[in-house]
DNA sequence: CAGTCTATTCGCAATATTGCGAAAACGCAA
DNA sequence: TTGCGTTTTCGCAATATTGCGAATAGACTG
């Protein structure tokens, strides 16, 4: 580690109280908010498009995974922010897919 | 941790997968069952290794994300199957990553 | 050895997601 | 227009995940 700084027993705590800070200040709540909602409607059309490519009804594919209309809708509604992976796998198995999850660091522009 | 065997790399995992790819074709459900499991165990891992990566204890982690360290724990064990997008995202934003996800087609039969 | 930090496990309450039926709205074609 | 299939919305029960403290175990140091 680059970090030359004595490890005294401390300032490990304090580190993360400036992270903590950072993270909040540097990151507004509201702006993140933003970014998960984008990735939730993202979600959910990419259910609809898989749907659609597999020629299915909402009725169907609910079938399929052992549910009812009504859930795969609220699953494909862009304002959904209940998602799970439990349930992304469901749908995915039922179209022939894998759900990939991946941790992509962000870039943050100085 | 009293798992040692998260510590262990993909090396040697090839044959087992091919063992186990012998074993359960033709059997959809297991095959999905072995695969969600391998994918939870990877998700924990991943978290796990995050987290050394920032130079965080799990109570600092907890603490960055509002809560605390038995859940942090929870999410690193192998065995855990509760992940949900929601909790992948907070300890992501943590940790200055965001989580992808992306379907992707199973070429099911080889 | 004691002391400290870390990680793990357990139990239960609080919160979130799902299950599911019903009704209404939509699109489309006869 | 009607009829039919599909989608959407709503409400609540059932299930799943999270919150959180407490207790235990492990590793490391003095």
Same mark, same amino acid.
């Given at each position: ?7 005294? #027993? ?36 990419? /259910? ?7 020629? #299915? ?7 399929? /995974? ?18 799970? #992976? ?25």
């Amino acid at each position: 580690m680059p970090d030359n700084k004595a490890k005294t #027993l401390k300032p490990a705590s304090d580190a993360v109280e400036i992270l903590h800070r950072r993270l909040y200040e540097g990151k507004p709540a509201r702006l993140k908010n933003l970014e998960e909602a984008r990735a939730n409607e993202e979600i959910a059309r990419r /259910i609809q498009e898989l749907r659609a490519a597999a020629a #299915l009804t909402q009725t169907q594919l609910a079938k399929l /995974i052992g549910t009812t209309a009504s859930v795969i809708c609220r699953l494909e509604d862009a304002d959904y922010e209940g998602h799970s #992976l439990a349930m992304l796998r469901r749908i995915a198995g039922a179209l022939n897919q894998r759900v990939e999850i991946r941790f992509v660091p962000i870039r943050r522009s100085a």
